[in-house]
Nanobody, 118 residues
């Protein structure tokens, strides 16, 4: 079964950290760039970070640079998002995405909620 399954979300205080994981199955994970998106209530879904298929290149949106890091382990078919120094404005549902899979916007996971509040 082709799928992406996110985990690691939760509630944390400002300044805290979380590590999101996205486990891929059913397709050749190592051949695809992977990305993380997020969608806050009432806002459009936005790209947070993207990493190349072999992990040697990554980009992060300006609002998370220096705080979030995307990485991947192709031996485990998993992509990660390490989130440090979390802020309330990081509160959102975070989605894993394989942009090149299939057609349209690619393959999506079901999302994991991240809530940052004191």
């Amino acid at each position: 079964q082709v799928q992406l399954v996110e985990s690691g979300g939760g509630s944390v205080q400002p300044g805290g950290s979380l590590r999101l994981s996205c486990a891929a199955s059913g397709f050749d994970f190592s051949s695809y760039a992977m990305s993380w998106y997020r969608q806050a209530p009432g806002k459009e879904r936005e790209l947070v970070a993207i990493i190349s298929s072999n992990g040697d290149s990554a980009r992060h949106t300006d609002s998370v640079k220096g705080r979030f890091t995307i990485s991947r382990d192709n031996t485990k078919n998993t992509v990660y998002l390490q989130m440090n120094s979390l802020k309330p404005e990081d509160t959102a549902v975070y989605y894993c995405n394989a942009p090149g899979w299939g057609s349209g916007t690619g393959l999506w996971g079901q999302g994991t909620q991240v809530s940052v509040s004191s």
